[in-house]
């Protein structure tokens, strides 16, 4: 650049450079932002990972869910013991607009700790028998099946740093299911898994109380 | 030729270059010219900034992106190995199944029965709650026609009288089937007379199999193999 200093002719000022975006550079502003996502989603996968690896050092079951492979899975000391398919899933408006957003990752980091728990059904389906003579071993009758056989199960998890995490079965009379998350109009953090009545009782029955889930989103 | 000229009175510290025939009309060219082609080149030098920013940024993203898929992918096979390399069993006591696994593969699946969260009362209250033990557990004993041992709660179920503790007429063959398996604390895998039943939570808390079945079980676990009951 030849710089020339003061003339008596004025110089034409030159005005600030107007950064007028090419289709290439709108291209690339795209690329970044899709590639960052990936980025997101590769670190939450990591520790999701990580979590589970660590989980296998633990006495009892953990909860893990996969919404990115839509699987849901009960591990024990390392070895997924049952896994179900979600078929339907809803989140919240509050953690579907944290999608992306780098707080989103601290919270995923460490598995969640369950505090406390609702349910449709009962952990044990317990039913009592007083027999004291041959005559009432002989009137009683006993369900052999789970009395708890035409119940709708929902279940209701509450996890710490605010996870609400909930488990239904699915309805049979249900013939749509959304196939994309479905948002729901909550601002807390909570998912709603919709799941095959077997598997969520299985998963409700087995899990401690004082579980972990371990999240991929 | 340059040369410097002192400027005339009262207009500041200016310079003027003295320039004569075609070098002075050289000058004037240049003097037009040079701020256009300074405007131009900083206009496409903002360009070329931000594409080499973005190629930058485009690269550094990739090559983070390539590393940590290298990396999950290797946690995902750290995972995996965690899995026993012997055969395992898994027993679902909800759904009354159980699969008999090797690695991530399944060797055979199958109905059972599981304990039936019967609470049984009686006088003295006394009390046994009929549920199959939840966790891991390991295979501790291999039996083969196996005897049952007849507890009390077997006697007060039906109704009847108590022996003594080794009464004879408590040892009863055939009952548990050909096979069983323990695992701990008087739990048992073993076959059953009672076949129609199996799939329906009906037992004391052992697992109850069909005579097929149990006789792989049987014969694909060892002393010390898993078993993951949920």
Known sequence: ?217 | MLKLVKPRSGCGTRFLFALSGRRLVLFVILSALVPLITWSFSSISTESALSLSHFAKLTSLSNQIDSLRHRVELLRVEFRDLTPEKPYLIVNSTANEIRLMQGQAVLRKAICSTGSYILLRTYGDRKWLFKTPRGRFKVNVKLKDPWWYKPDWAYIEEGLPIPSLYSPKRYQPGVLGDFALGFGNGYLIHGTLYKRFLGLPITHGCVRLDDQDMRIVFQTMSHGNRIYIY
């Open chain 1, 1 to 217: 650049m030849i710089l020339i200093h003061t003339f008596e002719v004025a110089l034409p000022t030159a005005s600030p450079p107007s950064i007028t975006v090419s289709p290439d550079t709108l291209k690339a502003f795209e690329r970044i932002r899709s590639l960052s996502r990936t980025y997101f989603d590769l670190q939450v996968n990591e520790y999701f990972w990580i979590n589970r690896i660590a989980g296998a050092s633990e006495p009892s079951f953990i909860l893990t869910a996969d919404l990115k492979d839509s699987l849901i899975t009960l591990d024990l000391q390392g070895v997924p013991v049952h896994q179900a398919k979600i078929l339907a899933l809803q989140l919240s408006r509050g953690l579907q607009d944290c999608l992306y957003q780098r707080p989103l990752l601290k919270w995923v980091r460490s598995p969640f700790k369950l505090e406390s728990y609702t349910a449709t059904i009962s952990k044990e389906p317990v039913q009592e028998r007083y027999i004291s003579s041959r005559r009432e071993a002989e009137s009683q009758l006993i369900h052999l099946r789970d009395p708890e056989d035409s119940t709708f199960v929902s279940i209701s998890l509450e996890f710490d740093r605010g996870l609400n995490f909930v488990l239904r079965e699915v309805e049979s009379d249900s013939i749509n299911f959304p196939l994309f998350p479905e948002i729901i109009s909550d601002h807390n953090k909570s998912i709603v898994i919709h799941l095959g009545r077997l598997d969520a009782m299985a998963i409700y029955r087995a899990i401690p109380d004082n579980t972990s889930l371990i999240l991929n989103l």
